[in-house]
């Protein structure tokens, strides 16, 4: 199988977090890749103010400490855009 480009895996977490909020393990089960490259791109994402973060003190299954993004208001701008460019190509 061939490496995917940045590109694609940026768009698919944005499609994703469009869908619904989402954490890291979702995240990487949703896009088919691993962790550290979920969480690089979502902090670039966060970093552009495209993405934010939430913090759960308690997960619902493991009691433990999880992180949830979702799209700032920026990100769904962002989003209707990559919708219309690919609609026009």
């Known amino acids: 199988m061939a490496k ?3 590109y694609e895996i940026v768009e698919k977490v944005i499609l994703k977090l469009k869908e619904k909020e989402s954490n890291y393990s979702e995240l990487e089960k949703g896009i088919n890749t691993g962790h550290r490259t979920v ?3 979502l ?3 966060e ?3 495209l993405v934010k973060q939430r913090k ?3 997960h619902k299954k493991n009691a433990r400490e999880s992180y ?3 799209l700032t208001d920026e990100g769904k701008k962002v989003f209707e855009s ?3 460019l690919k609609n026009k190509i």
Request: charged share 35%.
């Open 82 to 84: 990559l919708k219309k």
């Open 43 to 45: 902090v670039m994402l």
């Open 4 to 6: 995917r480009s940045h």
């Open 39 to 41: 969480k690089l791109n």
């Open 47 to 49: 970093k552009m103010g």
């Open 56 to 58: 759960e003190e308690h």
């Open 68 to 70: 949830y993004f979702s």
